[in-house]
């Protein structure tokens, strides 16, 4: 006879009469609980590693910044063009970061009152860079250039997202070569391997 769940409880005895002593429900009891805690150890060990799981996936799309940087603010309200602020997106591979000096055009007067504002003025007073981590990366082994797929339309959201509803700038898409390649066969861009692996 295969076990049965009443079996495990112990609930009927060989000659299936459902009486219960003592000692059977003392049994009963301590195992309910060992089953209990069991079930309640691995609950918790699943929540923990999804959730430490989530947090480390979500901080690899959206890494720390040295300033809490808002483009809801800059884009989303101000409307400010992206090239104001990304310099080199239609001259070069790399789209840049913007100098200080950039954001001190407005920001030598703007909000200078708030926290980071006045971060971003002691930057500027002592002539550092801010070192922003990099969101957006492909492997070394991979050419890849603004400059060619701006001049071919292909808009910034396409691959970036609406970062104007972005508080923090984090990767909506994946980078993998299949991306790439499935946008290459729908406009008709080289796919030959050394475009992109010179
Ligand atoms: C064209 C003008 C302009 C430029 C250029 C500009 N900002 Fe701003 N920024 C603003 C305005 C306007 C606000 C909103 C201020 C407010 O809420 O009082 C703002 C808000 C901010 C805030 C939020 C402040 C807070 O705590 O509420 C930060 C941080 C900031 N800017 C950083 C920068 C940085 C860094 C740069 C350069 C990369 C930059 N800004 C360039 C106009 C500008
Ligand atoms: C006022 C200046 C400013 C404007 C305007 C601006 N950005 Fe930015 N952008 C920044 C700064 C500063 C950073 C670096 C901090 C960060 O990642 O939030 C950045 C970072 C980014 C990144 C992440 C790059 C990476 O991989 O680290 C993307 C993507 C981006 N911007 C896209 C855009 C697009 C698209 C627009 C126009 C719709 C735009 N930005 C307009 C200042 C600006
Ligand atoms: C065809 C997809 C694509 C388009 C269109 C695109 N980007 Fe990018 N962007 C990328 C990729 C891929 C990277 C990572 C590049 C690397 O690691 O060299 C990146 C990196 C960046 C970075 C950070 C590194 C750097 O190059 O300075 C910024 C800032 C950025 N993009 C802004 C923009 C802006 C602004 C536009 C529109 C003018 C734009 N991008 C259009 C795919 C794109
Ligand atoms: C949303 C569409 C789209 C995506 C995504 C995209 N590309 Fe492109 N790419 C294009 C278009 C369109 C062109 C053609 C530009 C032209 O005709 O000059 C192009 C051109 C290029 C070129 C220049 C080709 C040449 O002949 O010099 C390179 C290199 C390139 N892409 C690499 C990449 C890489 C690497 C990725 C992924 C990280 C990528 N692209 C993702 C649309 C895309
Ligand atoms: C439009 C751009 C593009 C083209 C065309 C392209 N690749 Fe890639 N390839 C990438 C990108 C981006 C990566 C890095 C991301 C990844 O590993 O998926 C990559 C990664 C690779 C890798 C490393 C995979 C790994 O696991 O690290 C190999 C191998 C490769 N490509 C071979 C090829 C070959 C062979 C061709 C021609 C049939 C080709 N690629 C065409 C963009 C391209």
Not at 49 to 71: E, I, R
Not at 73 to 88: D, E, M, N, Q, S
Not at 174 to 198: F, Q, Y
């Amino acid at each position: 006879m295969p076990p049965t769940f009443s079996m495990c409880w112990g609930a009927k005895n060989d000659e299936g009469s459902a009486s219960i002593d003592i000692e059977t429900r003392g049994r009963m009891v301590k195992r309910f609980f060992v089953i209990i805690v069991i079930a309640g150890y691995f609950g918790a060990f699943i929540l923990l590693t999804t959730g430490l799981g989530y947090h480390w996936y979500s901080t690899k799309k959206a890494p720390h910044q040295p300033m809490a940087f808002p483009h809801t603010v800059h884009v989303g309200k101000l409307k400010i063009a992206c090239h104001f602020c990304h310099f080199y997106a239609d001259k070069s591979r790399h789209a840049g970061v913007p100098y200080v000096e950039t954001c001190m055009v407005c920001h030598s007067a703007i909000a200078t009152d708030k926290p980071e504002i006045q971060k971003l003025a002691r930057y500027y007073e002592e002539k550092r860079p801010i070192e922003w981590n990099q969101v957006y990366v492909v492997p070394d082994h991979v050419y890849f250039s603004h400059k060619r797929h701006v001049k071919a339309k292909v808009n910034c959201s396409s691959c970036h997202g609406d970062v104007g509803t972005m508080e923090k700038i984090r990767k909506v898409r994946s980078l993998d070569m299949g991306w790439c390649v499935s946008c290459h066969r729908e406009k008709g861009a080289p796919l030959d391997c050394a475009t992109c692996h010179k």
